[in-house]
């Protein structure tokens, strides 16, 4: 069994999904665009180049997401998608790279049980985190 996140944008999931593939080395899995839709589910013919589903591995997890249909999205809030990451240049690296254009929460930076640890919202609205934890 396993858990993924799915989020959902206001028009710029596909934007989003190839942004988080070029900053994390993820692999782009699906980017299906509503136009693939058999016509009765393609809905409004002004939203068939947005996204009805894409999904993103990033390491041994997937990362899933649509742009939802015009009057649904409501702003993201309530979680955070986090990455481990095992080497701390790393986890710098896509503390820096995701981060970029958003709005850092808590920089990146040692803490009692992390080699790394960072918060932000990206530029996109998505909030993230990432942990690099302390060997024991």
């Not at 790279?97 to 920089?107: D, F, I, K, N, T």
């Amino acid at each position: 069994m396993n858990a993924n996140p799915y989020l959902f944008y206001n028009g710029q999931c596909e934007e989003a999904f190839r942004f988080y593939a070029d900053c994390t080395g993820g692999e782009l899995l699906a980017v299906m665009p509503y136009a693939d839709a058999p016509p009765d589910d393609a809905g409004d013919p002004a939203w068939k180049d947005k996204i009805m589903h894409a999904c993103l591995r990033i390491g041994d997890s997937l990362l899933m997401a649509s742009d939802a249909p015009p009057g649904r999205q409501s702003p993201m809030g309530g979680f955070s998608v986090s990455l481990q990451i095992d080497d701390p240049a790393e986890a710098e690296r896509c503390f820096e790279a995701l981060s970029a254009g958003g709005e850092v929460r808590m920089p990146i930076g040692e803490t009692f049980w992390a080699q790394r640890f960072g918060m932000f919202v990206d530029r996109f609205g998505v909030p993230w985190m990432i942990n690099c934890t302390k060997s024991m």
